[in-house]
């Protein structure tokens, strides 16, 4: 991504931030910071401020963590990582190209959610055995186990490129060896489950949360427009020999053969 700023390496793997998650950080400090306020009033600004702050560190490293587990994973397959970018809808990471082999891919895939889902039970854990009382870090524990229980499911919708997405289409390519075909139904799932979102977002923005409802329905258009530009349109060549590429992809695909596939993906 451009306009990011380099923050170091971990595992050998490049850690960016893309400036649109500053805005998110300020965001959400803002947005927690209110929440914090009205449920503990005795606080000082500076505590429901620090408090703020923390957890949305936290929960942001949870992303990094998230997103290296995909990396990791990736490396000990053999697939070299370009990097990592935070950036406003969350993290990705920037494979070399595509899994080769549909169990690859499956495994790439679904190690970020269960990174997460652990994470969540980690958290959860401490703030159980903590007497889950209301001090400050009991808060911020029970809510960085909802936020990572909740990023870890969500990213197991089947909608491509989610990483549910990706399961979907590791399977289906492992049935019918046809890498495409699996795409482009995998793409027509996130598709689907985008245009949900969008529809949900409204609803709830005229019945309920106006914000809420807003970032799930801006959520959910990036979401389709991200499945939709993941399965590049084909046309004939000159001969018909095969499908030529006729415009940009995140996950390039050759058209040597039906299961033939090229070129950089993300991971989200």
């Known amino acids: 991504m451009t306009a990011s700023l380099r923050l170091g390496r971990v595992f050998g ?70 990097g990592i970018t935070l950036f406003i809808f969350g993290g990705v990471s920037r494979l070399e190209h595509e899994p080769q082999r549909p169990i690859t891919e499956f495994v790439v895939a679904l190690v970020g959610p269960l990174i997460s889902i652990l994470l969540a039970g980690m958290f959860g854990g401490v703030w159980y055995l903590l007497g889950r009382g209301d001090s400050a870090p009991e808060m911020v524990l029970l809510l960085l186990a909802w936020t990572n229980l909740s990023l870890g499911v969500f990213n197991l919708v089947p909608g491509y490129p989610l990483d549910g997405g990706r399961l979907l289409r590791a399977g289906i390519w492992g049935l019918t060896g046809d890498h495409r075909r699996a ?25 309920w949360e106006p914000v809420d409802g807003m970032w799930l329905g801006v959520v959910g258009m990036f979401l389709f427009s991200m499945a939709r ?40």
């Open 183 to 207: 795409t482009r139904i995998a793409a027509g799932m996130g598709q689907a489950v985008g245009g949900a979102m969008v529809l949900g977002g409204v609803i709830v923005a005229v019945r």
């Open 229 to 268: 530009s993941s399965f590049p349109k084909y046309s004939r060549g000159a001969k018909g020999a095969g499908f030529k590429l006729s415009q940009p992809s995140y996950a390039k695909m050759s058209s040597r053969t039906k299961s033939g596939h090229e070129g950089r993906c993300t991971y989200g």
């Open 13 to 82: 793997i490049p850690i960016e931030v893309h400036v649109s998650w500053i805005l998110v950080f300020l965001l959400l400090t803002y947005l927690l910071a209110g929440q914090f306020d009205d449920v503990r009033p005795h606080w000082t600004a500076a505590q429901t401020w620090s408090v703020a702050v923390i957890a949305v560190v936290l929960f942001f490293l949870s992303v990094l963590a998230h997103e290296l587990s995909h990396s990791v994973m990736a490396l000990s397959k053999g697939i070299p990582v370009r």
